[in-house]
Nanobody
C-alpha cells in the first residue's frame, strides 16, 4: 500500500522559513511527477509546485520564494518555503503521480504563518 507522509509543518512568523518533507513508501511503480498542493480556509485546493525528472513548476504566488526538490534514492520530495506570508497559511498536501497515472495523496499538514 502506497503511503505519503508529510512532515515539517507548523507555526512560523511572517518572513520566516519552513522546509516540508514527504516520504513515499510502498510504491512499486516509477514516479513520474510529485507535487505539493495546499488548501487555504474558504479556498479551493491549488497546486503550489510540481517536479518531474525534467522540470519544475510553481504557482505565481510562490515563485521566487518556494523551491521544490526530490530525492528519488530516498523516495522523498521537499518544499523549501522562504519569505512566508500570512496568505501561505493552509493545509499542505504531498502528491505523487506514477508513470502509469496512479495518483496518491498525503494526509495533509498544517502550515500557519502568523505573528
Amino acid at each position: 500500500q502506497v503511503q505519503l507522509v508529510e512532515s515539517g509543518g507548523g507555526l512560523v512568523q511572517p518572513g520566516g522559513s519552513l522546509k516540508l518533507s514527504c516520504t513515499v513508501s510502498g510504491s512499486t511503480r516509477s514516479i513520474f511527477r510529485m507535487a505539493w498542493y495546499r488548501r487555504a480556509p474558504r479556498k479551493q485546493r491549488e497546486q503550489v509546485a510540481s517536479i518531474t525528472s525534467r522540470s519544475t513548476n510553481y504557482a505565481d504566488s510562490v515563485k521566487g520564494r518556494f523551491t521544490i526538490s526530490r530525492d528519488d534514492a530516498k523516495n522523498m520530495v521537499y518544499l523549501e518555503m522562504n519569505a512566508l506570508k500570512p496568505e501561505d497559511t493552509a493545509v499542505y498536501y504531498c502528491y505523487e503521480q506514477t508513470t502509469t497515472n496512479d495518483v496518491y495523496w498525503g494526509q495533509g499538514m498544517q502550515v500557519t504563518v502568523s505573528s
